[in-house]
């Protein structure tokens, strides 16, 4: 057994001196560093965008299977057990430190990206065409619904019921263990499943925070004027490190509840302002037949390469999503496992796969189906907006709303809130599984670690962004995916397992 309250060494070091090396080489010779990190990537999509895909529908399909067995009605922490949190906060929760940041920068810009520019050689759609615009709203329900919130379940479920109900120690090995068995917890394999965890979302949150980064200075350049680069890029990031850091090592109930309460009232409130605004006949008539259409196509998208068209298109936006949301999987599942006591495997993976999955539904209907709308109807050039830069778009789009300027600045302030609620949870878990003595009676890493996992991964993020753009948050998000794949798929299998034979392990 590991002795409490120690570091981790083999679950620290090699992430941190591999992400540190990456922050150096960035700096001693740039020329390097992107020749490195482009052939990487390259190599990532090209090689493994098939396993992302099959991978991404075994998971919504045994996750569904879970739900649905014997199994759903177990009770995580053991028939007795009481939630810790109210259903509202749960849901908060879990909706702020999931999608919330990356639905506020994609949710806008990514539906025009579609809308004008969409893979005409697979599916001989033309941009800009009636086509075009089902497409992109279908897209949007293939990226931002089930199937993200199918890849943070699965582990979420797994990870409740070893830790509570098994009793198995605060690690992401307990995520894989019922199919790899015991041997996962000898302190060497348990440390280097968690190195590999622990750079998967460092990875993962670098390209989270890049998407803030530029994100919230589009805000402040529509609003002052400021150009949004490199400098104000830099200026951002270090007053968003400060405020997740101070959240963080406040710990959970104080931080993360209250942030995300706050922040599902400001969502409230931007929603109903868009759908005032907009043309809500137009949201609701054309989500419901893109709906259609997404349901329609729902495995030929899943499992699409591009390589019957020689299309790279669907490696830099389909398999880009599979693999950012596998980056953030493991440490975000482990998370909500741990916020899930008290209620049933069946609860929470609706709240997870249903509740929270609807709720980005409704985003992408009202924000992107409004963008398609703004741009549609020649309200704003927003084909020019997202020419310039992917943050231009939400602005651009508010610009032409009756109170936009007010809304700006809520935009902007929802943003924030976003990523350090998104932030301070994975600092909570990344250092959790940094230390030893991790316990449900003492749940708490000490705050240096925190810190060190936050200052890290906002490193990384600024650099690719700083480097290559916007790309650079698809680039960082590769990485990381790619080695979460082997964690998610011990993950499938050990689900699998507990929907099987769960009596075998529960201890309650």
């Keep these: 057994m590991e002795k409490q309250n120690q570091l981790r060494k083999i679950a620290f070091f090699p992430p941190f001196i591999v992400l540190a090396a990456f922050v150096l080489l960035s700096i001693v010779s740039h020329e390097h560093f992107l020749g490195l990190i482009n052939s990487f990537n390259n190599w990532i999509i090209k090689n493994a965008g098939w ?9 919504v399909a045994v996750s569904l299977w879970a739900a649905f067995s014997g199994f759903g009605k177990v009770r995580i922490g053991g028939e ?3 939630p810790e949190l109210s259903t509202f906060s749960w849901f908060t929760i879990t909706l702020c430190t999931t999608m919330a940041a990356g639905i506020l920068f994609w949710g806008p810009g990514e539906p025009i990206a579609h809308f004008y520019y969409p893979p005409t050689e697979i599916y001989g759609i033309e941009g800009g065409t009636p086509e075009a615009l089902k497409f992109s709203m279908e897209t949007m329900f293939l990226h931002w619904t089930i199937i993200p919130y199918a890849m943070y379940t699965l582990p979420a479920v797994v990870f409740a019921f070893m830790y509570y109900n098994a009793k198995k120690p605060f690690s992401i090995a307990s995520e894989v263990s019922p199919l790899l068995g015991d041997r996962v917890y000898k302190p060497f394999w348990m440390q280097v499943i968690d190195a590999v965890t ?6 993962g949150m670098a390209g989270s925070v890049a998407q803030a980064f530029m994100n919230i200075s589009g805000g402040i350049a529509k609003l002052t004027g400021l150009p949004s680069d490199k400098r104000l890029w830099l200026v ?4 968003l490190a400060s405020t997740v850091i101070a959240s963080a090592v406040s710990g959970l109930q104080k ?12 969502f409230a409130i931007f929603l109903i302002f868009m759908l005032i605004a907009s043309n809500a006949s137009f949201l609701f008539n054309l989500s419901t ?8 196509t729902f495995l030929q998208r899943i499992l699409i390469t591009g390589e019957s068209a020689g299309s790279q298109w669907p490696q830099w936006w389909t398999t880009f999503y599979w693999f950012s949301w596998m980056a953030w999987a493991p440490t975000s599942g482990a998370f909500m496992g741990r916020i899930a006591k008290g209620r049933t495997v069946k609860q929470v993976i609706g709240m997870y796969m249903a509740v929270c999955a609807a709720a980005s539904a409704f985003w992408m209907i009202i924000v992107s189906g409004s ?3 703004t741009s549609h109807s020649g309200a704003a050039d927003l084909k020019a907006a997202y020419d310039a830069g992917v943050e231009n778009v939400p602005y651009e789009m508010l610009s032409t709303q009756p109170g936009g300027k007010i809304v700006v600045p809520l935009f902007v302030i929802l943003i924030f809130l976003s990523t350090v609620t998104a932030c301070d949870s994975n600092a909570v878990v990344m250092g959790g599984i940094s230390t030893s003595g991790i316990a449900p009676e003492s749940p708490e890493a000490p705050k240096w670690l925190k810190i060190v996992w936050t200052v890290i991964a906002m490193g990384v993020g600024y650099i690719m ?12 998000a590769n990485f990381g995916g790619m080695f979460a794949a082997l964690i998610m798929i011990a993950a499938t299998g050990s689900l699998i397992v507990l929907i099987r034979k769960h009596r075998k392990y529960d201890k309650t």
């Design 80 to 82: 007795k057990a009481k």
């Design 255 to 266: 931080g993360v509840k209250l942030l995300s309460n706050v922040n599902v009232v400001g």
């Design 198 to 203: 622990l750079f998967s979302i460092s990875c």
């Design 465 to 476: 962004i700083a480097a290559v753009g916007v790309d650079g948050v698809k680039i960082i």
């Design 371 to 373: 963008a398609l709308w």
């Design 236 to 239: 951002v990031g270090i007053v």
């Design 289 to 296: 037949e893109a709906f259609g259409g997404f349901l329609g």
């Design 51 to 59: 396993l992302a895909s099959i991978l991404a529908l075994a998971i």
